[in-house]
Nanobody, 122 residues
């Protein structure tokens, strides 16, 4: 069992930055790929970024490439999402999730956090 707790969301202006954190319980954190997903009102949950268990591989959805960076610190059981140049279209609830497999498909993820709200004002 893995429990995930996100933090770091908030309200920022267009062009601003935020860093999301996701703290995981358990002693097997490094065996999980970690993903960030987001869900805007009235829309389906979408993939944002993915990092492998050892941090050596990352993937991003096209709309955030060059603006978002996913990283992890396995000594702290934490994964991060650094977001810069935020746009109103980035407004959503952001979720982190853990997966035994390296996948961007949300239905394959085993554990989810409760989400943190990111709001970007224009």
């Amino acid at each position: 069992q893995v429990q995930l707790v996100e933090s770091g969301g908030g309200l920022v202006q267009t062009g601003g930055s935020l860093r999301l954190s996701c703290a995981a319980s358990g002693r097997t954190f490094s065996t999980y790929a970690m993903g960030w997903f987001r869900q805007a009102p009235g829309k389906e949950r979408e993939f944002v970024a993915l990092i492998s268990g050892n941090g050596g591989r990352t993937e991003y959805t096209d709309s955030v490439k060059g603006r978002f960076t996913i990283s992890r610190d396995n000594t702290k059981n934490t994964v991060y999402l650094q977001m810069i140049n935020l746009e109103p279209e980035d407004t959503a609830v952001y979720y982190c999730a853990a997966n035994r497999r390296y996948s961007f498909r949300p239905e394959t993820y085993d554990y989810w956090g409760q989400g943190t709200q990111v709001t970007v004002s224009s």
